[in-house]
C-alpha cells in the first residue's frame, strides 16, 4: 500500500464552502429587495405629489428622495 496522496489530493478544493454560498445568496436577496424597494418608492411618490403631502412637508419628500436613491444604489446590480 502506498502512502503518497494522488495528484487529485493535492487540488485545492473548488467547491465554495457553505458560508460564501449563504453570504451570495443573502447578497443577492438585499439587492433584490433594494431594487424592488426603490420601483415601489418611486410609485409611492406619485400619490403624495397629487394630494399635496409634500408641499406642506417637504421634509417628507427629502427622506424619500433620499431612500429612494439609496435603494436603486443598493440594488443596481441585481439581475432578475
Not at 485545492?12 to 464552502?17: E, G, K, V
Not at 420601483?39 to 403624495?48: E, H, S
Not at 406642506?56 to 439581475?79: H, I, K
Amino acid at each position: 500500500m502506498s502512502t503518497e496522496s494522488s495528484p487529485i489530493d493535492a487540488l485545492p478544493d473548488a467547491t465554495p464552502s457553505r458560508l460564501a454560498q449563504a453570504t451570495r445568496a443573502a447578497g443577492t436577496v438585499t439587492r433584490g429587495l433594494a431594487f424592488w424597494t426603490g420601483i415601489t418608492l418611486a410609485f409611492a411618490q406619485v400619490p403624495l405629489f397629487a394630494v399635496g403631502v409634500t408641499s406642506t412637508d417637504p421634509t417628507l419628500l427629502v427622506a424619500l428622495l433620499v431612500a429612494n436613491l439609496a435603494a436603486f444604489a443598493l440594488g443596481s446590480d441585481y439581475r432578475a
